[in-house]
């Protein structure tokens, strides 16, 4: 079963806008990574952050973690019609048998130029 | 620097046969990874092979096997196909296997269709 949950499912914003996703996970983790996925293919590697890290930039891309509520915030800056694509967050896991990143269910996410 | 690199892109089989998926890493990295995503159930882990090991598995039925090569390309075979399994097959690398630092970058996906 998924361990992490996005919200919102789907995202409709105009180019220009600011998009804001959010990701919820269940257990200790060691890190949190954002991941791009158009059309099916494969995915793309966007941003990493720690578990002793709050925030994190990169170009457009803000993400903030907070680990007491196990929860985390994609923020996407003057959105691009060529930001279309699903975004996941994932999660390493602290657990010292693991290297699986575990998945939440996605945002689709659609700009309109 | 080349990605992750998979093939066949597209693979067609009928159910009962066998398929085999092969991942190519990154140019020093260790760590092969296999997720599996079909519609309706999200990226879930398969297998993690480092330094020609199976380290982890995921929830899957023993149908699911793969090795990892001297080269650190890998193989992925499932056996007695179902048309469950039916779905994007991803492979991923990273130079670590396990940590804080831990990137995993993905290859473009194998879509496994079975009949």
């Known amino acids: 079963s998924q361990q992490g949950e996005e919200d919102p499912q789907a995202l409709s914003i105009q180019e220009g806008e600011n998009a804001t996703m959010n990701c919820s996970y269940k257990t200790s983790i060691n890190n949190l990574q954002w991941y791009r996925q158009n059309s099916g293919r494969g995915l793309v590697h966007l941003i990493l952050i720690r578990s002793n890290e709050r925030e994190k930039h990169s170009g457009r891309l803000r993400v903030t973690l907070d680990t007491s509520k196990k929860s985390s915030s994609l923020l996407i800056t003057a959105s691009r019609a060529a930001d279309t694509a699903s975004y996941f967050c994932?999660?390493?896991?602290?657990?010292?048998?693991?290297?699986?990143?575990?998945f939440g269910e996605g945002t689709q996410l659609t700009v309109n130029p | 620097e080349a990605g992750v690199t998979q093939s066949p892109t597209h693979l067609i089989k009928t159910r009962g046969q066998q398929a085999t998926l092969r991942c190519s890493p990154i140019?020093?990295?260790?760590?092969v990874y296999w997720y599996q995503q079909a519609l309706g159930l999200g990226l879930q882990f398969l297998l993690w092979y480092d330094e020609g090991e199976e380290r982890n598995r995921g929830n899957f039925p023993p149908r699911f096997s793969g090795r990892q090569f001297p080269n650190y390309s890998s193989e992925l075979n499932v056996n007695a196909l179902e048309l469950e399994d039916s779905a994007l097959y991803l492979c991923?690398?990273?130079?670590?296997?396990?940590?804080?630092?831990?990137?995993?970058?993905f290859g473009p996906g194998t879509r496994l269709l079975v009949l």
């Open positions: 994932a999660t390493l896991g602290e657990e010292t048998s693991g290297s699986r990143l575990t």
């Open positions: 991923a690398s990273s130079s670590y296997g396990g940590g804080p630092q831990e990137t995993q970058y």
């Open positions: 140019s020093g990295h260790t760590s």
